[in-house]
């Protein structure tokens, strides 16, 4: 929505220009007089009709050509801010869910059937105005997905081949094998796009293996980028990165003696890397360089310890506000503090608290700050999703904490942590609130689910539980408070699904008709579809003749009335989950 603004703005610029040009010439033609024409016809430039004014009485005649010309810098230049703007608007990306699984009927399961593999993975898609203004990244996004999907298709395959093998001597004590990734978007902006994906797999055996991959590109030109590409020396990276490790572990020295070693035969290619707003991070799987033991090993070079080691054209950050996903249980560095000259460590992780919540997959949230803690014990879920924030101008940075969580019902929660001032503080919390996803059934054989990345924190979209009528999932476009870290709507009202269950009256109803707002009452039969609600005192419908009214409602509790009538009398169903 920003960037058709913004685009609508330079194309009515431009507009305006080509009038004034044209305007111009017929006035040097006819030799009519340039201040009355363009102050009757042109009110957009009043002001530099008036300063003529004044340069007139000043002695200062300026012919049309001057003005013309004058004028043509002023729009021009208006014209370069808006453009700029758009330049360095965060891209707008979405994130498809994509699963398969095969498995057969068995009597002596308590489900009457046996999973005996899956696959689930993620496709990474530009939004439609990104992908205009970055059509060759659109491409190789695309060219990705495919690429995915079929190697996903043919894993499934081999697995179930081997999951078949191993369930006839392993009948009683059988898991099923599985594949799982998922995308962590880490920067996104005129630059680079650079998405972290986290893997899990289980191929059988004592264990399963994860680690985490970087993708890389040019948002321009849509090429994948190697370290080469973004670092001016190459050849001191196995120095460098074998010390930092070393560093960070000590009580390790043994394990990485001969890690400098090792890195002189990696290739460019054979990094794996992610780039964020203010640094680079390396991941080394386990077995790379390390034992299983010892997990995903991963080391970050900020742009500001080594400047010089940096291509300027990836480490210039025009837009520092940021919000990206992060994954569980895996430490982060950040800088909360550019002036202490010290950088901070974050950790998110879940964990159990009670055997039932074992049994039912019910996770908490535990949030560590260097050496603070915050365990939360009034918010859980089944699945956990945490965003950082960077919010405020480069001298007044904020950092927050974004954890939805969804529980039973596909209830979603978000609850905001304030990560300044050295401790987890939080802030508040957004009941019935879950970042937007759709339903589009035109796509695939199934249908496909969609969900917008987070990476923007002044534009994004919540979906909130609202019970009006029905219930439905209303959408909002918010932009987070910096001093509170709180999102704030930027509309009054909740947009609903387009694909809301209609509603069909009883009785006659009283309703006001937009936008004249004009009552007129409706006959029994008529078919009502929710468009809009501010989710308390009214819903706006939209009629089978395309017309749109609005149906005010008042609340007694939980009962709703309708012009003084229970709403249960008003149709012939309403749709409340329950």
């Known amino acids: 929505y920003a960037f058709n603004k913004a685009k609508e703005m330079v194309k009515n610029m431009k507009r305006k220009l080509i009038y004034i040009i044209t305007l111009g010439m017929i006035l040097m033609l006819t030799a009519c007089d340039v201040e009355k024409e363009l102050q009757e016809d042109n009110t957009l430039y009043s002001d530099e009709m008036n300063h003529e004014k004044e340069n007139k009485g000043n002695g200062e005649d300026k012919d049309a050509k001057e003005l013309l010309e004058e004028l043509w810098d002023k729009v021009e230049s208006e014209a370069s801010q808006e453009e700029k703007i758009n330049k360095v608007a965060p891209l707008q990306l979405q994130l498809s869910e994509q699963y398969s699984e095969e498995g057969m009927e068995n009597e002596s399961d308590e489900y009457g059937y046996t999973t005996l593999c899956s696959v689930s993975w993620q496709n990474l898609i530009l939004a439609d105005e990104s992908a205009e203004r970055y059509p060759e990244l659109a491409k190789k996004l695309q060219e990705k997905?495919?690429?995915?999907?079929?190697?996903?298709?043919?894993?499934?395959?081999?697995?179930?081949?081997?999951?078949?093998?191993?369930?006839?001597?392993?009948?009683?004590?059988?898991?099923?094998?599985?594949?799982?990734?998922?995308?962590?978007?880490?920067?996104?902006?005129?630059?680079?796009?650079?998405?972290?994906?986290?893997?899990?797999?289980?191929?059988?055996?004592?264990?399963?293996?994860?680690?985490?991959y970087g993708i890389n590109y040019d948002v321009n030109t849509g090429e994948e980028l190697v370290i080469t590409d973004v670092m001016t020396d190459f050849g001191s990276l196995p120095a460098i990165l074998s010390e930092k490790i070393m560093e960070q572990y000590a009580d390790e020295y043994e394990t990485f003696?001969?890690?400098?070693?090792?890195?002189?035969?990696?290739?460019?290619?054979?990094?794996?890397?992610?780039?964020?707003?203010?640094?680079?991070?390396?991941?080394?799987?386990?077995?790379?360089?390390?034992?299983?033991?010892?997990?995903?090993?991963?080391?970050?070079?900020?742009?500001?310890?080594?400047?010089?080691?940096?291509?300027?054209?990836?480490?210039?950050?025009?837009?520092?506000?940021?919000?990206?996903?992060?994954s569980l249980n895996q430490e982060i560095e950040l800088d909360l503090d550019a002036e202490d000259g010290k950088k901070n460590r974050l950790f998110v992780s879940d964990y159990y608290e009670t055997a039932e919540e074992i049994e039912y997959g019910i996770k908490r949230i535990s949030i560590m700050l260097d050496d603070c803690s915050y365990d939360e014990t009034e918010c859980y879920g089944y699945e956990i999703n945490p965003y950082l924030l960077c919010v405020g101008d480069t001298e007044n940075k904020?950092?927050?904490?974004?954890?939805?969580?969804?529980?039973?019902?596909?209830?979603?929660?978000?609850?905001?942590?304030?990560?300044?001032?050295?401790?987890?503080?939080?802030?508040?919390?957004?009941?019935?609130?879950?970042?937007?996803?759709?339903?589009?059934?035109?796509?695939?054989?199934?249908?496909?689910?969609?969900?917008?990345?987070?990476?923007?924190?002044?534009?994004?979209?919540?979906?909130?539980?609202?019970?009006?009528?029905?219930?439905?999932?209303?959408?909002?476009?918010?932009?987070?408070?910096?001093?509170?870290?709180?999102?704030?709507?930027?509309?009054?009202?909740?947009?609903?699904?387009?694909?809301?269950?209609?509603?069909?009256?009883?009785?006659?109803?009283?309703?006001?008709?937009?936008?004249?707002?004009?009552?007129?009452?409706?006959?029994?039969?008529?078919?009502?579809?929710?468009?809009?609600?501010?989710?308390?005192?009214?819903?706006?419908?939209?009629?089978?003749?395309?017309?749109?009214?609005?149906?005010?409602?008042?609340?007694?509790?939980?009962?709703?009335?309708?012009n003084g009538v229970d709403q249960w009398e008003c149709f012939e169903t309403l749709w409340y989950a329950g």
């Not at 997990?295 to 070079?301: A, R, V």
């Open 257 to 326: 003696e001969s890690l400098k070693e090792t890195l002189e035969g990696y290739s460019a290619e054979d990094y794996c890397w992610t780039m964020g707003y203010g640094e680079i991070t390396f991941y080394f799987q386990p077995y790379e360089i390390a034992s299983y033991a010892m997990g995903l090993i991963k080391t970050t070079i900020w742009f500001d310890e080594m400047p010089e080691l940096f291509q300027e054209e990836y480490a210039k950050v025009e837009n520092e506000e940021y919000s990206m996903a992060l």
């Open 398 to 562: 904020k950092y927050y904490l974004y954890v939805e969580t969804v529980a039973e019902n596909d209830y979603t929660t978000i609850s905001v942590y304030d990560l300044n001032g050295g401790e987890v503080t939080l802030n508040g919390r957004l009941d019935g609130t879950g970042f937007a996803g759709y339903w589009d059934e035109n796509v695939g054989e199934y249908g496909m689910y969609y969900k917008d990345v987070f990476n923007n924190p002044q534009e994004f979209q919540l979906g909130t539980r609202l019970d009006i009528l029905g219930t439905w999932s209303g959408i909002k476009t918010y932009a987070v408070n910096e001093e509170t870290g709180l999102p704030k709507a930027n509309e009054d009202y909740y947009v609903l699904s387009e694909d809301s269950n209609s509603m069909k009256s009883v009785i006659p109803l009283e309703v006001m008709m937009l936008p004249e707002e004009k009552k007129e009452k409706l006959s029994a039969g008529t078919n009502f579809y929710p468009i809009r609600t501010d989710g308390k005192t009214y819903v706006d419908m939209r009629l089978e003749d395309g017309r749109e009214c609005r149906i005010y409602v008042e609340s007694e509790g939980w009962d709703l009335k309708i």
């Open 145 to 212: 997905n495919t690429e995915l999907n079929e190697y996903n298709r043919k894993l499934k395959e081999d697995l179930l081949v081997s999951a078949k093998e191993i369930y006839e001597y392993q009948v009683d004590y059988f898991n099923p094998l599985s594949s799982n990734s998922s995308f962590c978007v880490q920067r996104a902006d005129n630059n680079i796009l650079s998405v972290r994906e986290d893997f899990y797999d289980y191929w059988g055996g004592a264990h399963g293996m994860y680690g985490s």
